[in-house]
Nanobody
Framework: QVQLVESGGGLAQAGGSLRLSCAAS????????MGWFRQAPGKEREFVTG????????TYSDSVKGRFSIARDRGKNTVFLQMNSLKPEDTAVYYC????????????????WGQGTQVTVSS
């Protein structure tokens, strides 16, 4: 059974940091494009960042560029999201996701999803 399990969410103050992890199991995702989406209350799920199979091609949404950083450990089938300079508008449920193709900004293109982890940023 394929699973993506996120961890590391929680409460942070504005300007603070959190680090999310996503552990994949059930198959190897070393050749997959891995990403993070987020969904705030009353809003649609949106692309945050993604990384290709090698770990070198990284993409960020404009809202997090310069503050968030994605990395992957192919050997451990794990993806990380380092979130710095957090803002209240970063409050959302963050989802780890994977797809067998290349980069995509659209959630319908991703076949594997984690259960999500809550990130709350207080002002």
């Amino acid at each position: 059974q394929v699973q993506l399990v996120e961890s590391g969410g929680g409460l942070a103050q504005a300007g603070g940091s959190l680090r999310l992890s996503c552990a994949a199991s059930g198959r190897t995702f070393s050749s997959y494009y891995m990403g993070w989406f987020r969904q705030a209350p009353g809003k649609e799920r949106e692309f945050v960042t993604g990384v290709n199979w090698s770990g070198f091609d990284k993409t960020y949404s404009d809202s997090v560029k310069g503050r968030f950083s994605i990395a992957r450990d192919r050997g451990k089938n794990t993806v990380f999201l380092q979130m710095n300079s957090l803002k209240p508008e970063d409050t959302a449920v963050y989802y780890c996701t994977a797809r067998s193709g290349g980069r995509s900004y659209f959630m319908e293109d991703y076949g594997y999803w984690g259960q999500g982890t809550q990130v709350t940023v207080s002002s």
